[in-house]
């Protein structure tokens, strides 16, 4: 039995030994309202890790209802969808008690986009004879996030991503759609297949569109199977140059935006951090500039709508009266969805974030 059956096999088994008496019966009869134009949604990162408590994850999702959240945004690994599907049923069921969706965020999938936990793809280990390669034939690799990178030019590689979706949906079909998440392969290729397919010499800006073109495929397979289901993407604030206007033209998206954290220039030029330069002079950040031009990106494309995440994670106890101080004026940006961490990983003082968060949201959702 090969990988692909083995995960649908698999997902048929673990779904149909889900009883219906194993639903969760909520006593709370909270309801997420949003009065803003604006939509909000929640990053919920590995709550579960093959743990899920269920009491703990109807606190959580009555917490994200009570600020207004539309969207619960859960990670999904591909050993997810085989060996975690009771998790995921549990925070679908509860997530839709209090009114909100699911969005989906496929991570580290082929090592091709960003999410959690930061492991290494499976499709990628079972398969490399498909791996990117660097100029001196050795593998190519994202050290401290995924591990190994699948090649866009491998049709296996595509061909997963399109498989995993629909397995995914079929699991899941009451999910709004997905967020692919900073995608990891807009570098040179030199592995055998990529020669091929673009050519001994071929310019970094030729691999960016290969990998625009790849993104393309998935969201326009996406959008064919499930046309009312939501596709998003977004960039790193500090993408630039003809990465970010190769990857800003990727289609067909409902949304196009932007990673960042919610302060601007001078707050972040105070800031010191062990992320190599992340967390100062970088320009990963939301005022003064790059906010604004994530949002003129998605504007192009008619009809398309613009996605902030307002990254707090990593954060140290010295960076948190800058994100209280500069939340508002994040929020005041006209941005079609928000999206914050829910309780993510990293942060000193998580309580007193967490509540820093939820007053602001709660004030712009609700006035």
Not at 78 to 96: G, S
Request: with cysteine; charged share 25%; hydrophobic share 40%.
């Amino acid at each position: 039995m090969n990988r692909r059956s083995f995960l649908k096999s698999s997902a048929a088994v673990a779904a149909a030994s889900i009883p219906a008496s194993t639903r969760l019966a909520g006593s709370t009869k909270i309801k997420s309202v949003n009065k803003s134009s604006a939509k909000v949604a929640s990053y919920y990162f590995r709550a579960h890790m093959y743990t899920c408590v269920p009491k703990h994850i109807r606190e959580d999702m009555e917490w994200m209802a009570d600020k207004g959240t539309d969207y619960v945004c859960p990670a999904v690994i591909e050993q997810d969808l085989f060996a975690a599907q009771e998790n995921l049923r549990i925070i679908t069921e509860e997530a839709e008690r209090v009114g909100m969706e699911v969005l989906a965020v496929p991570s580290r999938w082929a090592g091709l986009t960003a999410g959690a936990p930061k492991v290494p793809s499976l499709f990628s280990s079972l398969n490399p004879h498909a791996l990117m390669q660097k100029e001196n034939g050795g593998i190519d690799t994202n050290p401290k996030a995924s591990g190994v990178i699948s090649s866009i030019h491998a049709p296996e590689t595509l061909e997963f991503f399109c498989e995993t979706l629909s397995t995914m949906y079929e699991q899941h079909p009451t999910w709004a759609g997905i967020i692919i998440d900073e995608p990891k392969a807009f570098r040179k290729d030199y592995s055998p297949l990529a020669k091929k397919a673009l050519g001994e010499d071929a310019p970094i800006e030729a691999h960016y569109q290969a990998f625009a073109d790849f993104l393309s495929k998935v969201c326009a397979y996406a959008k064919d199977k499930w046309p009312d289901k939501l596709t998003i993407m977004f960039q790193q604030a500090h993408a630039h140059g003809e990465e970010l206007n190769i990857s800003s033209g990727v289609m067909p998206l409902d949304y196009f935006g932007v990673d960042g954290r919610p302060w601007g220039k001078a707050d972040d030029m105070t800031m010191t951090g062990t992320g190599k330069g992340q967390e100062k002079g970088k320009g990963k950040i939301l005022l003064d500039g790059p906010g604004q031009k994530f949002i003129d990106l998605a504007k192009r494309e008619k009809g398309r709508k613009s996605f902030f995440l307002m990254e707090n994670h990593n954060l140290q106890a010295s960076m948190i009266d800058a994100l209280d101080r500069n939340y508002p004026a994040v929020l005041s940006l006209p941005a079609d969805m928000f999206c914050y961490y829910y309780y993510p990983r990293n942060v000193q003082e998580p309580e007193r974030v967490m509540e820093l968060i939820g007053k602001h949201l709660k004030k712009f959702t609700q006035g």
